[in-house]
């Protein structure tokens, strides 16, 4: 039996669900698919799109899309003509005309293929009056058009827009998914031996999202600027497990100036925290851990790290946080951070 959506990594629901009601016939005519910034809610929304205009999607020995047939051509090339992409491009939000322009074509039958799909990204961008006047689409779509609704917040979508679509949710990948997918790109397995630190803080930084490791592994300079908050990140990770505030206060000269970067890294120490919660509440070997790219490297901290030392340093890092924010000076916010963290030795 062909594959469906062979080249989507995870997201078994999807596969299972979705695909499967495009084979049978009986899909939704509206999805919207939730996900942050990366998290694959274009390459779901391509998949989608394409499968319900592959001529061979009804044929279970065909992988779904089938990529063969004239219609998963046109897609491939982008010369297919009914697939329509609304975004808000550079403005703030999409106003209602883009919705008005939508419903002025909406009865006119496709052209490549039987179903028109309409792709809108950042639905949760759209005015309150464009989700009115799409709200009126939905209700009364034809039987060949399609809605798939990218967002990274569906709150923001009116409750009746909801109840009309199914909603999918991206899925985040742990850090051996991740390693995966960037293995199986074009020259990922090569970049994975030649630079296995560069390779490492992709899959680490990228928080799950397959989107933002491969940009991560392809975009140079950011890269190498994030692969340094990573081993910065790593290093206060390793510091905060022993007892001595010196070789941390030491620390201070070498990061960053600004507030924002210095809140990335506070970030990654979260995560790496995080990960060192999970295993000490869990004996899987398969683990899901986010900051960490192997569970050699996470036991390895873990091991002088109890459980409430744990929660304390997340308690404290949330506070230093807050307190840059609130603008309170890098060195301030780092000093009493550390001296809190520290302080956990006396709570025991
Ligand atoms: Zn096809």
Not at 328 to 343: E, I, N, Q
């Amino acid at each position: 039996m062909g594959n469906i959506f062979s080249s989507l990594i995870g997201n078994d629901i999807i596969k299972n669900n979705i695909g499967k009601d495009i084979r049978a016939g009986h899909n939704s005519h509206a999805y919207i698919i939730v996900g942050d910034k990366g998290s694959g809610k274009h390459t779901i929304a391509e998949l989608i799109a394409s499968a319900v205009s592959c001529e061979h999607r009804f044929d279970s020995s065909y992988p779904l899309p089938c990529g063969e047939c004239l219609n998963c051509r046109k897609i491939k090339k982008d010369i297919f003509t009914d697939i329509v992409r609304i975004s808000q491009g550079d403005k703030a939000s999409i106003g209602v005309d883009a919705i008005r322009t939508i419903r002025e074509g909406l009865y006119v039958t496709p052209n490549d293929s039987d179903v028109r799909t309409y792709i809108i990204e950042g639905a949760d961008k759209l005015t309150p009056q464009a989700q009115n006047a799409l709200l009126l689409t939905l209700e009364e779509p034809p039987s060949f058009a399609l809605f798939l609704l990218l967002c990274e917040d569906q709150t923001k979508l009116l409750e009746t827009i909801r109840s009309r679509a199914q909603i999918i949710r991206c899925e985040v990948f742990s850090s051996a998914e991740v390693a995966r997918f960037l293995k199986r790109m074009p020259g990922g397995e090569e970049l994975s031996r030649k630079n296995p630190a560069k390779f490492a803080a992709a899959v680490s930084l990228s928080g799950g999202s397959l989107g933002k490791a491969e940009q991560l592994l392809r975009g140079s300079e950011e890269g190498s600027t994030l692969l340094k908050s990573r081993e910065t990140a790593a290093k206060l990770i390793s510091l905060l497990s022993g007892s001595k505030s010196s070789p941390l206060l030491k620390m201070l000269p070498s990061l960053p100036k600004s507030a924002e970067d210095v809140k990335s890294i506070l970030y990654l120490i979260d995560n790496g925290i995080r990960d060192l919660c999970s295993l000490k509440r869990s004996d899987e070997c398969d683990m899901f851990l986010v900051f960490f790219t192997s569970i050699e490297e996470a036991l390895e901290c873990a091991s002088d790290m109890p459980y409430r030392k744990l929660l304390h340093i997340h308690d404290c890092i949330c506070t230093a946080l807050r307190r840059l924010d609130g603008n309170v000076p890098v060195k301030t916010v780092y000093t009493d951070m550390v001296f809190s963290c520290l302080k956990h030795k006396r709570l025991v």
